[in-house]
Structures are given as C-alpha cells and as structure tokens.
C-alpha cells in the first residue's frame, strides 16, 4: 500500500472517531490524542478502524511509538513492508 | 365526571414525562416510537424525550396496549405532565389530556408530602404551581427543590449582579443546577489513597495479549470492576440521599462520567454492574460511550446510577476531587497512572502509580467507613487475581 493509502485510512479511521475535527490539519509531529482529545476508548477504537481497513493489530506494547502522526505512517508503513515513508 | 383520572381498575397505565436528572424540570417530546394499538413490554423504548442536555430513550415501565397518545412531538412539557394511556394488562386507565382538564380550584387540597409541605414553606415555594412527580403525582421534597432553584434562576437577587454575555447552552446550564445544588447542600468529604498498578497493568496485559484488538480491555474496566466489588463490602457508599435519609440500593449501578466530543458529559449508569465481569464491564462500557456519544441513552441510564465513577486520567490528570452528584451520595475519581519512586519492603523502586479519590457525603457516612472503602479498592487492583 502506498504512503497515501496508509494516510487515507487513519484519516478515515480519526474521522469516525473525531468527525467534528479535520485531520488534515495535523501537523505531522503533532501528538495524536491530545491535538484531537481522543481519549483511550476512542483510541482503541480508532486502532480497531485501522485494523479493519489495513488488517494490522496494534499490539499496546507499541502505542509509545504511534504517538504522532508521522509515527504512526512510519510504523504501519514497515508493518506493511512499504519501508521508508517520507514526506509524512 | 373527575376532571383529572378515572380509574376503571387498580393497575395504572400512565405515561408521563420523566425526570432524567436532579436538574430537569421539563422535556421536550421528540418522537413516538409506538402508535395506538401497538403493545408494549416492560422496559421497551417508546419515546424519545429531548432534555437540556441530549436526547434520550424512554422506556415505559408498563406491559399493554397503547391506548392515547396524549403529547404530540415538540410538546414540551413538566416533569410529570401525562404523555400517553396504557391499557395495562388486566384493566385501563385513562387520563384526561392537559388541555381538557379544568384548572384546580382554589379549595382544592395539594397533594404533596409533610416534607415537601415544610420545605415549600422554607423557601417560600408555592406549592400549588408545582407539577408533582411522585405516585399519583404527589408533590416530593425534590420538587419543591427544583422549583426553589428554578425561581432562584428566574429572579436576579441583585441589581449588580453580572449579565451573561450569552445564553448558557442547556448542557452547561443542567450541569450548573445539579452541581450548584451539590454544594449547597452535600457537606463532601474527601480522602484520597495510591494504588501500585504494577500487577493489575501486569495481568491486563497478558489477558489482552490473547484477545484481538476488538474484544481488548482497557484499564478503566478494572477500575469500574474494584469499585464495584468495594461498594458491596461498604454500601452506604452506594445510594441516595433523599429526604433526609440515606436509601442505601441493593444493586450497584455506576454511574459512569463520558465526557461528549460537542462539550458537557452524560453519566449513564451500567446497570447491576457487581455481578458484572470485567470483560461484561467492558463491553457494557463500550455499549453507553457509544450510545452516549451518539444521543442514544435511555432514561432508566440516565435516572439510576447509584453512585458516579470518573476517570480523567486520558487527560494528565493524577487527582481528581469530584462533586457529588445529588442524590447520589459518593463518587469516585481516578487520575492518570504515573511511574513514581515507590518504597516496597524497605526496598526503593519504580511503579505505575494511579491516585483515587472518593468524594463522599459526610452525611450517609463518615470518613472511616470511606477509608475502609477506598482500602478494599486499593487491595483488589494491587491483588487483580482478586477481581
């Protein structure tokens, strides 16, 4: 899957979650929960859209590393074997 | 003929406009989900009743036939104000329509109780305007309560006294009442107690670790689980306070704090939640932060929480010192779990630390009993095999 793919299904899993916000906006360092006050629930959930669009479990031993957005596209990138994910 | 109800057998079949909230003094009907004819079982949602703060299911307390509808959508309407007739099984009733019925005469004697009767007294309350919401529509102390505050709200008590900017949103404005009103009139105590969730983060995680991503638990259902089993051992804590009295409830409902994406929180109640499972705490969890966030509560959710549990941990908080919500007579707060020194044994180390209060009415009980409460919570998430 391409880096746009990988983007366009944490866009669509955030605004499940969070539609009032625009996740566009996101600045790529930005942290994810706190800049769209997603709280663990909401989280989870958010976890539970991404495994159902990109078929990856999220295991919470990783959370510390899929704190921003760039983070999380460098993460599912190597998880899908895409490697490196510039321009996030 | 009676003007207000003529009763054709013992068993009553009204439906009248709920009380959601200690703030609420009237609603807006939104829809029926039922017609004349249809039949109704106990616990089936037929209405949806618009409150200050959300949308909420009604179910009907009755099994029948749906006789009338009385109130039509966008009706707003008291606490208390018949919504429809139910052809209860076995007999019928009918009441008579708001609009048909005649005023009461000036002789005519207010039903009320001796307690509502004094405090209407207290507050200078004129009973007669008051729209009663107990058996029979019987004036309660509660009622006369809403209407002192609503009268309060009504007329400024001083000139000087600052004007909004704008109106205060319906959300905002019930959360104020019932806080206000929490106090005014509940002396809070607090205490406060550590807790290592070492083992307890332990333990979820090898439980999580064999489930998939979707039937995953997170921490706060451990937490909703300790309190459950802590109000068992110390029930005072577990209850209302209503006419001066602590009514202790067999069951525990807890009443769970879900702060909405929009602002404001609603705090539905997970019914029954001591005989629940951690994983059935869980997946009821899940079920009301859904429903909530998506304006789907039902009334019996929103009225019967016997105590209130927050968690404000997601946001960095570590010590939350929570108001009661009344009637209720405690609430529990947890902050965020935090790695701290901790000494063990006279050996320095260190653990995830969460920090939970309890706000309790030092009416219903005393500071001991509440040690003894948040002691048992303490024990059971340091001891998770224990839950």
Do not use: C
Request: hydrophobic residues 40%; aromatic residues 4%; negative net charge.
């Amino acid at each position: 899957m391409t880096e746009n793919g990988i983007r366009q299904a944490i866009f669509d899993s955030l605004r499940k979650i969070a539609p009032e916000a625009d996740p566009q906006k996101l600045r790529p360092d930005e942290d994810l929960r706190q800049a769209l006050d997603i709280d663990s629930f909401d989280f989870l959930n958010f976890l539970i859209g991404l495994h159902a669009r990109l078929g990856i479990q999220i295991p919470e031993s990783d959370y510390t590393q899929i704190t921003t957005l760039s983070a999380l596209l460098r993460y599912l990138s190597l998880r899908l074997g895409g490697g490196s994910t510039e321009g996030s | 003929m009676p003007q207000q109800l003529k009763k054709w057998s013992d068993l009553m079949g009204e439906f009248r406009m709920p009380s959601l909230g200690a703030d609420m003094t009237e609603g807006t009907l939104v829809q029926w989900n039922v017609k004349p004819g249809d039949s109704v079982r106990r616990g089936d949602i037929i209405a949806i009743v618009g409150t200050e703060k959300a949308d909420i299911e009604v179910e009907v307390y009755e099994t029948g036939v749906i006789e009338t509808l009385i109130a039509k959508p966008g009706d707003k309407l008291p606490v208390g104000t018949p919504l429809a007739v139910i052809q209860v099984e076995g007999g019928a009733v009918v009441i008579v329509p708001p609009s048909e019925q005649a005023p009461p005469t000036p002789a005519a004697r207010v039903r009320a109780s001796p307690m509502a009767r004094k405090m209407a007294q207290e507050l200078g309350v004129d009973l007669k305007k008051i729209q009663g919401t107990g058996p029979q529509g019987v004036i309660e102390k509660r009622d006369v309560e809403l209407a002192a505050q609503t009268q309060v709200r009504a007329v400024p008590t001083s000139a000087e006294a600052p004007t909004p900017s704008k109106p205060i949103e319906g959300m905002r404005h019930a959360i104020a009442m019932a806080m206000a009103r929490s106090n005014r009139e509940i002396p809070h105590y607090y205490l406060s107690i550590q807790i290592d969730m070492s083992k307890a983060l332990h333990w979820l995680d090898q439980f999580n670790q064999q489930r998939s991503i979707e039937n995953r638990i997170l921490p706060v259902a451990l937490l909703l689980k300790a309190v459950a089993r802590g109000l068992v051992q110390v029930p005072e804590l577990n209850g209302y306070w209503i006419d001066d009295q602590l009514k202790p409830s067999p069951e525990v409902h807890l009443g769970v704090a879900i702060s909405l994406r929009h602002g404001g929180l609603m705090i539905p109640a997970i019914h029954a939640a001591h005989q629940k499972s951690v994983e059935a705490l869980m997946e009821a969890l899940r079920d009301v932060i859904t429903r909530a966030r998506s304006g789907r509560l039902r009334g019996s959710e929103i009225t019967e929480g016997t105590i209130t549990v927050t968690n404000l941990g997601d946001l960095g908080v570590e010590t939350v010192y929570g108001v009661i919500y009344p009637p209720q007579v405690a609430l529990v707060g947890f902050g965020k779990i935090v790695e701290r020194p901790w000494a063990d044994h006279g050996m320095l180390g260190v653990r995830p630390v969460l920090t939970a209060t309890l706000a309790a009415d030092h009416r219903a009980t005393d500071g001991h009993r509440g040690a003894q409460f948040m002691e048992t919570i303490r024990h059971l998430l340091e001891e998770p095999e224990s839950l």
